[in-house]
Structures are given as structure tokens and as C-alpha cells.
């Protein structure tokens, strides 16, 4: 337990240190790498790069220090964080590392600012978080490790099929090396692919959504091929798992991981809506429910560019023939020639209220939705706008989390 006299110092600093807190963490890593080249086989350098993950990083600490009274409170953030932690395979030795290069950069911004005092709180209260944390984790590798087909680390897949699903995205039919089964997962939860790229100096992690139900022999992933775009480099890893990997390949595989998930015991309506690649839980999603609930009425909203990068198109379309409760939806933002002719989507250019008013039959309802940030935050405020309670809103951010309020 903190002091009395450690919270009040945590509380008075939380202000200063949110104002630098992104050149905190961005000194942070900085001295942690130098230290600890090894560190860089696990964290994601397109993230580093785009200063996404300073960020999270550092919402995360403070977030945690202004409830250091009440953890427990933040626990829904803390299991969101830890599921990404045991994916990745993060350890309880790796916290004193980020710890001590923690203070070390505060020390190192605020100068003579930062006494010993507030050092020395913080330090507790570091101890305090990063115990949260470790207990946390350690369920979830024993529970990773129990389950049935489950395991723990990393885990050999060969590519047993590699199929185009569009002009971008490419899905991966992956089974295990040793013959074994595979651990189930709740639909909308993904996986950690760990990748050694010839001539690159560390491994490459990345995190992708299951893109089929749990009931299958195999995991399935569905990758988008990131090109260069605008001021962002294009994609390593993504390139090289479309351009490289070929069937028989194979992938090494941490256990399935993940809070976004589908509420199966919810009866209600569900309306899935997806951006781009954001499909991909959306489908593991809607094909689950075309099995073990037939019943339940489905609403599955897509947008996308145009008919040449709109993947999955024949397997949700296929589903909705058979499933009478399936109704599905397409957008597209500026449809080819072709989708023109072939007629085959719902609305042209972007999703907005008139059309959602028009196409869900109510807000009483579960909302799930995922696809680019810019994209989600519409969603949501259109969501907001339609009557649909907070409760009721579900959403997953690709990459390190973030407010969609703020994006
Ligand atoms: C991701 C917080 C300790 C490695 C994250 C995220 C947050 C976070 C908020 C983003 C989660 C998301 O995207 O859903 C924290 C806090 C820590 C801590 C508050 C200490 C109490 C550690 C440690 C390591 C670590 C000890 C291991 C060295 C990572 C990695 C990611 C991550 C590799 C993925 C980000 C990426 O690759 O870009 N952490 N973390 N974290 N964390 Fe931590």
C-alpha cells in the first residue's frame, strides 16, 4: 500500500507530468533501447516511429497514477493492456527495466524539478502499477498454457492455403506444425505473429485479427499489404508476409488474445460495421453468430474504397443467402466502373445518418465496429447521434490504443 504522503506527492505531479509526458516517454525510449537492445525484438517499430506508442505509454501511467487509490477501477484498461502484454509475450523481469528507465527520463526532462522526493513516490507507485499488471498477466499465460489446444510463447504454423482476398488483402489459413489442435478464441480477438526478416537486425511482432469463426481446424488471418502512403513508409512486415511467405511457410503464433469480443449472451440485435481491413473480426464475428445463434438478427455494414479492394466479399455474401437473419450492406467511397455496372453495393461515398437511420431497424441493439481511426470516430459520433447508449458501443483500435474522442 502507498503512503498517505506518496499519493498527495503522485496526485501534485500528475499535471506536470502530463504536460511533458510525451517527451518523457520519448526519452524513455530512447535511454531503454540504448540499455536494452534486446527490447527492440518486442516492441513495434512503426509504432515508435509514428510516436503512437509514447503515447499510450505515457496516458497509460497517468491514468493509472491518478486512480493509484482505486486500481481496481481501471481494471477493463489494465486486462485490454495485458491481454496485448501476454501476446507479445512481455515478462515480469521487463518491468523493472521500463521502471527504472521510466524515472530515469523524468529525471531527465524536468531537470531539478523532478526531487527526490516526487522521484521516490513514483517509484512506489510504479511498483504499485507494475504489480497490477504481473499478477494479471500470470493468470492469462496459465490460462493461455491450460486450455485445451492452448500454449505458451511461441507456437509453429505452417501456411496450409494463401489466398487473395482483394487488391490489398491477403487472407493466411494457418495450422499447427505439431499436428495438435488449436486453442479456441472469441470472435474478434487476434493473434501476435512473430517474424525474423532476412537482413533485418531484430524480430518483427504484429498483432491481426481472426478473420474466420473458432469452430475451425485452422486460424485464419487476413492481411492488409500497407503500401507507402502519404508520409508513412510502407508496411515490412505486411509486404513481406504477402510478397515472401508462401504456403508451407511457417509462422511462429503466440495464443489467441484480446477484450474486443463479441457478447454471445446478448439476444438482442447486433449491427457490425467495418472500415477497410477492419472486416476481419466483423467476419469471425458474423460467422460464429450464423452458427450458434441463428436467431439473432444481424445487421453487417461495410465500407470500403471500391469493389477492388473489398475482401471477404463472396464468404459474407454466401452467409447472408443462407441466413435470412443476416441482412449486409455495402459503401462504397467511389465505386469502379465495374461495381457501377455490376450494381452490386448500397450506398456511394460515405456512411452517414440519413442511411443508417434508413438501414437499422433499432437502436436497442449492440454496435460493434472497427476500420481506420478517422473512420471509427465518425461511426461513433453517428452512433451518438442515432440514440445508441454507451453501453451499447464496442470498438477496437488497430495499433496501440487510443480516445476516439480525441482522434
Ligand atoms: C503496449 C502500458 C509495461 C511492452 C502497451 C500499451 C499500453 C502499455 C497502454 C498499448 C496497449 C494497446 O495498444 O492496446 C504499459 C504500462 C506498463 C507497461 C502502464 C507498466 C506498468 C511494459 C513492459 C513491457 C511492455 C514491462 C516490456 C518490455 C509493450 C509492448 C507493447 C505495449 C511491446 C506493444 C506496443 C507496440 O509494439 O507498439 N503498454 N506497459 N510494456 N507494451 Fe506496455
Redesign the pocket.
Known amino acids: 500500500m502507498l503512503s498517505e504522503k506518496t499519493i498527495q506527492v503522485i496526485k501534485s505531479t500528475v499535471p506536470v507530468l502530463e504536460i511533458h509526458g510525451t517527451a518523457i516517454t520519448k526519452r524513455f525510449y530512447q535511454m531503454m533501447f540504448t540499455a536494452h537492445p534486446e ?1 527492440l525484438n ?3 517499430h512503426a ?2 516511429h509514428q510516436g503512437r ?1 509514447q503515447t ?2 505515457a ?3 497517468y491514468a ?1 497514477a491518478v486512480n493509484i487509490e482505486k486500481l481496481e477501477s481501471i481494471l477493463p484498461v489494465v486486462k ?2 495485458a491481454h ?2 501476454r501476446s ?1 509475450g ?1 515478462k515480469p523481469e ?2 523493472p ?2 521502471g527504472e528507465n521510466l524515472l530515469a527520463a523524468i529525471k531527465d526532462v524536468l531537470g531539478d524539478a523532478a526531487t527526490d522526493e516526487i522521484i521516490q513516490a513514483w517509484a512506489e507507485a ?1 511498483g504499485v ?2 504489480d497490477a ?1 504481473i499478477g494479471v498477466e500470470a493468470d492469462m499465460y496459465a490460462q493461455a498454457e491450460q486450455q485445451t489446444g492452448g500454449w505458451s510463447g511461441d507456437r509453429a504454423f505452417r501456411v496450409a492455403r494463401k489466398v487473395q482476398e482483394s487488391d490489398v488483402i491477403t487472407s493466411f489459413y494457418l495450422v499447427p506444425e505439431d499436428g495438435g489442435a488449436v486453442a479456441s478464441f472469441e470472435p474478434g480477438q487476434y493473434i501476435s505473429v512473430k517474424l525474423e526478416i532476412p537482413e533485418e537486425a531484430n524480430t518483427h ?1 504484429r498483432q491481426y485479427s481472426l478473420s474466420d469463426s473458432p469452430d475451425k481446424p485452422y486460424y485464419r488471418i487476413s492481411v492488409k499489404r500497407e503500401d507507402v502512403y502519404q508520409d508513412k513508409p510502407a508496411g515490412k512486415v505486411s509486404n513481406y508476409l504477402h510478397n515472401e511467405i508462401k504456403q508451407g511457410d511457417t509462422l511462429m503464433l503466440s495464443v489467441p488474445a484480446g477484450t474486443f469480443t463479441l457478447d454471445q449472451q446478448d439476444a438482442r440485435p447486433v449491427v457490425l460495421i467495418s472500415g477497410g481491413v477492419g472486416l476481419t473480426p466483423m467476419v469471425s464475428m458474423l460467422e460464429t453468430l450464423a452458427h450458434t445463434n441463428p436467431d439473432r438478427k444481424v445487421t453487417f455494414i461495410h465500407a470500403a474504397q471500391n469493389g477492388n479492394v473489398h475482401a471477404l466479399k463472396q464468404q459474407v455474401t454466401d452467409l447472408a443467402s443462407r441466413s435470412p437473419q443476416v441482412n449486409v450492406k455495402w459503401c462504397y467511397e467511389r465505386p469502379t466502373d465495374a461495381d457501377r455496372e455490376l450494381g452490386q453495393f448500397d450506398k456511394e461515398g460515405y456512411i452517414d445518418l440519413p442511411w443508417l437511420q434508413q438501414i437499422i431497424a433499432t437502436t436497442d441493439a449492440s454496435f460493434y465496429f472497427c476500420g481506420p481511426v478517422k473512420f471509427m470516430s465518425t461511426v461513433n459520433r453517428l452512433l451518438k447521434e442515432l440514440g445508441v447508449s454507451d453501453s451499447d458501443i464496442h470498438y477496437e ?1 488497430f ?3 487510443g480516445s476516439l474522442e480525441q482522434a
Do not use: M
Request: charged residues 5%; hydrophobic residues 60%; without cysteine.
Open positions: 527490447l518486442i516492441f513495434n509504432n515508435q506508442q499510450a505509454l496516458n497509460a501511467v493509472a485490454q493492456i496485448k502484454h507479445l512481455v521487463h518491468y527495466i521500463v510504479y502499477i507494475a499488471f511482432i483500435f495499433g496501440p490504443a
